[in-house]
C-alpha cells in the first residue's frame, strides 16, 4: 500500500510577517518557515496506518516549495515518513490554491498512490479547499474533516466531524482523506529518526516530468487575484469600567455597545 501525504511549508505564526510591495505576496525568505502543523497530524496518522498494515506499506512527503523546503522535508522524514517528493520551480510562485491543487494532483499521478492525507487546512491561507480540489482533479472519493480512519477491505471507513457531531462515512481506495487534530497526538521525531532522514531520498521531478500545463500553475492559472493587502495595526488599549453598583457597570457597558454600533 503506497500512502502519499501532502505537506506544506508555512511561516511560522509568532514571526513578524512582511509583504512584497511590487507583488503583494508575502516575504517568505526573511522570516522562518515551519511544517505546516495540521499536517503533522496526516503524517502520524500515515505512520500508525503502516504500522497496522505492515512492511508493504510506504509513506511519501509530497510538497510544493522553494528548495528551501528540505528542512521541513527532513522533519516530517524524521517522524518515520520513507521518501519524499519536492516540485520546486520559479513557475509556480504566486499559484493559488486552486492552482497548487492542479500541480499536487499532476504529481500524485505521476508517482502512484493508494491513499493520499492531507491536513484539513494550512495556518497561512486558513481556506481548506486544496484537498477536495486534489481529488476532484484526481477523480478519487474525497472524505473531509476525518477524525477517525481505518483501512479494510480495499475501503477506508472514516468518522467525519459536523456542526452536530459526525457521520460514519466509507469508500473505496484509492481515495484522499483530510483530517483534524482530533485524529490524534503527532509524535516527536527520535535522534535516531533525524539521523536517519539525512539519509533518505528526496525526489526533485521537474514540471515537465509530471505533465503539467504552464497555463494552469504559477499566476497563470490561479483563479483568484489579490487586489490589496494592509498590516493589522497596533492593538488599542481597553477601556476598563469600574463602578460598585453592578447595574450601573450594566448600563456603562450596553452604552459604550451602543455608541460603537455593536448592539
Do not use: W
Not at 496506518?49 to 516530517?76: F, H, N, S, Y
Not at 487575484?225 to 447595574?247: C, F
Amino acid at each position: 500500500m503506497k500512502i502519499v501525504v501532502t505537506v506544506k511549508q508555512v511561516p511560522d505564526t509568532n514571526a513578524e510577517k512582511t509583504f512584497d510591495p511590487a507583488t503583494g505576496r508575502l516575504n517568505r525568505t526573511t522570516i522562518e518557515n515551519v511544517l505546516n502543523p495540521f499536517d503533522e497530524y496526516a503524517i502520524e496518522e500515515a505512520l500508525r496506518i503502516k504500522e497496522a498494515q505492515g512492511a508493504d506499506t510506504t509513506v511519501t512527503i509530497l510538497t510544493m516549495a522553494p528548495p528551501t523546503a528540505t528542512d521541513v522535508v527532513r522533519k516530517a522524514l524524521g517522524m518515520g515518513a520513507d521518501n519524499a517528493v519536492l516540485l520546486s520551480d520559479d513557475a509556480i510562485g504566486g499559484s493559488d490554491a486552486m492552482a497548487t491543487a492542479y500541480v499536487l494532483a499532476q504529481t500524485l499521478k505521476n508517482i502512484g498512490f493508494d491513499l493520499v492525507l492531507s491536513g484539513t487546512q494550512s495556518t497561512d491561507a486558513i481556506c481548506s479547499v486544496v484537498p477536495a480540489a486534489v481529488a476532484e482533479h484526481l477523480g478519487v472519493p474525497c472524505l473531509t474533516y476525518v477524525k477517525k480512519l481505518t483501512i479494510a477491505d480495499g475501503a477506508v471507513e472514516a468518522q467525519r466531524e459536523t456542526e452536530t457531531g459526525y457521520l460514519r462515512v466509507r469508500a473505496p481506495l484509492p481515495a484522499l482523506v483530510s483530517v483534524t487534530k482530533a485524529i490524534n497526538e503527532p509524535r516527536y521525531p527520535t535522534l535516531k529518526g533525524i539521523m536517519g532522514a539525512k539519509k533518505k531520498e528526496i525526489k526533485t521531478p521537474t514540471l515537465a516530468e509530471i505533465g503539467a500545463e504552464a497555463g494552469k500553475l504559477g499566476e497563470a492559472g490561479s483563479k483568484t487575484v489579490m487586489e490589496s493587502y494592509a498590516a493589522v495595526g497596533a492593538r488599542q488599549k481597553g477601556q476598563v469600567i469600574s463602578v460598585s453598583d453592578p447595574k450601573e457597570g450594566a448600563k456603562q457597558i450596553l452604552d459604550f455597545l451602543i455608541a460603537k454600533k455593536v448592539v
